[in-house]
Structures are given as C-alpha cells and as structure tokens.
C-alpha cells in the first residue's frame, strides 16, 4: 500500500517562507506524477503544483514564481518550497501522487497557516 507522509507546514508571518516535505513508501520514479495541493477552509482542494515523471513542472497561477515543487528520487521525496507566502496561501496541503493506472494516492496533510 503507497504511504506518503507529508511533513513542514506550520505558522508563518507574510512574506515569510516554508519548505514542505512528503516521504513516498516505494520508489517515486514509478509513479506517472507527484504533486501538491491545497484545501482552505470552506472550499474546494485545489491544485498547486505537479511534477511529472518526465521532470517538467506546472503550477497555479495564484503560486507561480513564488512556489518550486522538486523531487529528490534517491530519497522517495518531493519538496514545495513556498516563499513570499501571502495570507490567502492559508491552507492544508495534501501530496499526492499518481501512480501507473492513473490512481490517486494522498497523504493526510499538513496545514500552513500565514498570518498578515
């Protein structure tokens, strides 16, 4: 069964940053896309950022240029550094990741919390 534990949300004041961190039982590299998204309270999870397998990478509007996803294959981990967190970025933050018969898996997320 994947497991993905997600782990460095938290409180931080605007402008401030946070490095996200999501540990993947099983070697990522077989899985077609890892990715990152958020839940604000009250509405729907959203997408913020994907990496597929190939390497390139997508990400929302509302975090482009100020979020990088990265994969580090040799650890089965994928990272989402945020900088110039807004208070809007206010959210639970779920990994995800799709595995070869296009299936989602989801850890159980981390909330970051950015105060004005």
């Known amino acids: 069964q994947v497991q993905l534990v997600e782990s460095g949300g938290g409180l931080v004041q605007a402008r401030g940053f946070l490095r996200l961190s999501c540990v993947v039982s099983?070697?990522?590299?077989?899985?077609?896309?890892m990715g990152w998204y958020r839940q604000a309270l009250g509405k729907q999870r959203e997408l913020v950022a994907t990496i597929p397998r190939s390497g390139s990478t997508n990400y929302a509007d509302s975090v482009k240029g100020r979020f990088t996803i990265s994969r580090d294959n040799a650890k089965n981990t994928v990272y989402l550094q945020m900088n110039s967190l807004k208070p809007e970025d206010t959210a639970v933050y779920y990994c995800n990741a799709v595995d070869w018969t296009n299936r989602d898996h989801w850890g159980q997320g981390t909330q970051v919390t950015v105060s004005s």
């Open positions: 099983g070697n990522i590299f077989s899985f077609n896309a």
